[in-house]
């Protein structure tokens, strides 16, 4: 699972971009940890402090089950999509 997030001017609004590959990828050369469920968050500098921590908070507290990862490997885009979107809401 990779999580990468991050804070900048250049971004005009909050927004979560999630991909799946269809073999895990090395995701830390160090460590050797792959992933194969890749989420990034995009948050207005503005707003690094509230928007960028709940949407982080919502996100790991659900990435910390194993049922949840495999509802987001085995589902239809838009089930996906309403997936996060239901936990992004929350």
């Known amino acids: 699972m990779g999580l990468p997030h991050g804070k900048t001017d250049h971004v005009l609004e909050a927004s979560v971009c999630f991909g799946r590959t269809k073999?895990?990828?090395?995701?830390?050369?160090?460590?050797?940890?792959?992933?194969?469920?890749?989420?990034?968050?995009?948050?207005p500098l503005s707003e690094a402090g509230d928007t960028h921590l709940k949407i982080l908070a919502n996100l790991s507290r659900r990435l910390m089950h194993e049922e949840f990862r495999e509802s987001l490997r085995s589902s239809t885009r838009e089930q996906v999509y309403t997936i996060l979107e239901e936990v992004l809401e929350g």
């Open 23 to 43: 073999e895990p990828v090395v995701w830390n050369e160090e460590t050797g940890e792959t992933a194969d469920l890749i989420i990034l968050i995009a948050v």
